[in-house]
């Protein structure tokens, strides 16, 4: 017998249920832009394994080239994998917030678009590398053996960011949320367009395609939740958000721009070994932007995100990297960092 405190034995109807719990009991449609993002989602669903792989030959390149293909897949991956969780953290908090139907049904398209583009990375690095994963494959030339180091690296900065991805989400509102994801997605939906026209390989110029396709719509998302709900934000909420475009820019760097050295714990000859693999993957025809073209890319991208923010009077950081004056922040940690890609 249960020893916990019965009610229906002293209740016509049982007490309220407090929050934060998982059951809606609820399908609220107010916002017709997500439910028309959501039926975009179901349309455009695409297969990995459907990929035109027939067409892929790695034995066509030298094993030089392979790993350095292999290893932007690698540093994508570090971003790509975390990604279902993340978003799946989200849309669990989107059931205990109890928001809208259709913006719960978002959130799940982005965790099954995510899960979509890490298992694009794994198939690509398995290919390239006749390996299931980068970590523990052996090396075939001296950049292999150096690109592995980096990969080490990337992969332990990456388990120290889901520890504060953890501890961060339950903390912030989804309005909060909203703006570090809407920064991964604007830079996230430009380079993969980019990488769509300069790959040579067919199955990764679809891949690529279909990836930047997600992105757009995450973005539409993202913008979508801004315009309900920052009308309304917070005054603290604001400076919170700066604070995270900040840490957005250091943390997504090392996928779109090169890791600021004094933000990610890595060796000294790591961006001296990741520039000589990109220049050995584009030889190769793998269309990986050049230095001043990413760094041309972030620009754009932030200066996208900042005509947003504008809108609703949150100051934005200065990121001096890429020429942007603003509001300096100097203390960005990567325990409380929320941002995603």
């Known amino acids: ?127 390239l590398l006749e390996h299931t994963d980068p970590l523990t494959y052996i090396p075939k030339s001296d950049i292999g053996r150096r690109l592995q180091k980096n990969a080490h690296w990337l992969y332990f900065n990456g388990g120290r960011y889901w520890s504060g991805y953890k501890n961060a989400v339950p903390k912030y509102s989804l309005a909060v949320l909203f703006s570090s994801f809407l920064m991964g997605e604007i830079a996230a939906a430009t380079i993969f367009h980019q990488m769509s026209k300069g790959c040579a390989e067919p199955v990764f110029q679809e891949g690529f395609k279909n990836i930047g396709r997600d992105e757009g719509r995450h973005m539409a998302i993202c913008m979508s939740l801004m315009e309900r709900d920052y009308p309304k934000l917070k005054l603290e909420d604001r400076s919170l958000i700066t604070k995270q475009i900040r840490a957005g820019y250091l943390f997504l760097s090392a996928v779109l721009f090169e890791p600021p050295m004094e933000f990610w714990d890595l060796p000294q000859d790591f961006i001296a070994n990741q520039r000589e693999a990109e220049e050995i993957a584009r030889a190769a025809g793998f269309g990986i932007p050049t230095y001043d073209a990413k760094k041309e890319n972030w620009k754009n991208a932030m200066l996208n995100l900042k005509g947003v ?24 940690d990567m325990d409380d960092i929320i941002p995603v890609f």
């Open 1 to 127: 017998m249960s020893s916990k405190e019965r009610f229906a034995d002293k209740m016509d109807m049982p007490p309220k249920t407090e929050g934060p719990n998982v059951y809606p009991l609820s399908w609220v449609a107010k916002t017709q832009k997500m439910e028309e993002i959501w039926q975009a989602s179901q349309r455009e669903y695409w297969d990995p394994q459907k990929l035109p792989w027939d067409t892929f030959d790695p034995s066509r390149y030298s094993w030089e080239e392979r790993e350095s293909i292999a290893y932007w897949w690698t540093i994508l991956s570090v971003f790509d994998a975390s990604a279902p969780p993340v978003f799946a953290a989200a849309m669990i908090k989107t059931y205990e917030d109890h928001e809208e139907d259709p913006v719960r049904r978002c959130f799940f398209s982005v965790t099954r678009d995510e899960q979509n583009h890490e298992q694009l990375c794994g198939m690509a690095i398995t290919k």
């Open 309 to 332: 923010l504008d809108k609703y009077n949150i100051p934005f950081p200065a990121i001096p990297e890429v020429g942007i004056t603003g509001e300096e922040i100097r203390d960005v």
